[in-house]
C-alpha cells in the first residue's frame, strides 16, 4: 500500500484518491468523444474495433520471419519434393494467422463489452469487424511473405515492418474521428487498407450501418488480399527455380 495509507483515515484518503482519479479518466474519455465525429457517446465504443484492426495488422506483418526460418532450416526445401500445392506451402502461415487474428479478436471485444463498450450492430457487426480484420491479416500476412522471400534477412523484414506499422495506424482513424484530422491526414486515411477495416467494422457496429461503406470496404480488403496471395506465390515459384 503506498506511503502513508497505513492507519484508518489513510486508507480512507487513499481510496478517495483512487476514486477520484477513476472519476477523471472517465471525464476525460466524455470530453473526447465530445470534440464530435466519432459517431457514438462513448469513446470506448469507438476505440474497441481500433484495437481489434490494430491487433491483427500487428501480428500479421510478422508471417515472413516464419517463413525465413522454415528457408534457413532447410523445411521448406524438404518439401519441394513432394506434391503439396506451392500456394498452400507460402500461405500455410497466413491461413494460421487469420485462426489466431478470429481468436485475439474475439477475446478483445470480450474484454471490451466487459469494460463496458457496446455493440449495437449485434453478432452481424461484430462478425463484419471479424472478417474485415482476417482480411488485413491476410494482406499484410501475404505481403511479409514476400518480402521474406525476397530479402530473406530478418533485419530487413524488422526494418520494413518498423518503418510501416506506426505510419499505416497514426495516418488511420485508430484514436481520432477524421473529423478531428488535419485534411492531408484525412486524404491518406482514405487510401490506407488499415483505415478500411476499422470504418467498415465501426459501421457494421452501429446502430445504423452503412451498407454500401461496409461492402465497399471490405471487396477492396479481399482485392488486396488476393493480389498480396498471388504475389506471395509468385516470389514462392521465383525461389523455387533458384534452389
Known sequence: ????????????????????????DT???????????????????YLVPGIVVMSALGSSMWAGMGTLEEIERGTLNRFLTTPVSRNALMNANVVQNGIATTAQSVVILVLGRAAGAGYPGGAAGLLVLIVASVLLGTVFGALSNAVGMIVRERESIIGINTFLLLPLTFLST??????????????????????????????????????????TRCGGLLLLALAAVALSTRTFRSYQKSV
Open 1 to 24: 500500500m503506498a506511503r502513508g495509507t497505513s492507519g484508518p483515515g489513510g486508507r480512507r484518503a487513499y481510496r478517495g484518491r483512487r476514486r477520484g482519479r477513476a472519476g477523471q
Open 174 to 215: 485508430s484514436f481520432m474521428a477524421p473529423s478531428q484530422m488535419p485534411g492531408w491526414m484525412r486524404d491518406i486515411a482514405a487510401f490506407n487498407p488499415v483505415n478500411w477495416a476499422m470504418a467498415a467494422g465501426r459501421s457494421a457496429l452501429g446502430a445504423d450501418p452503412d451498407r454500401q461503406l461496409v461492402v
Open 27 to 45: 471525464s476525460t474519455t466524455t470530453e473526447v468523444v465530445e470534440l464530435g465525429g466519432f459517431g457514438t457517446t462513448s469513446y470506448l465504443d
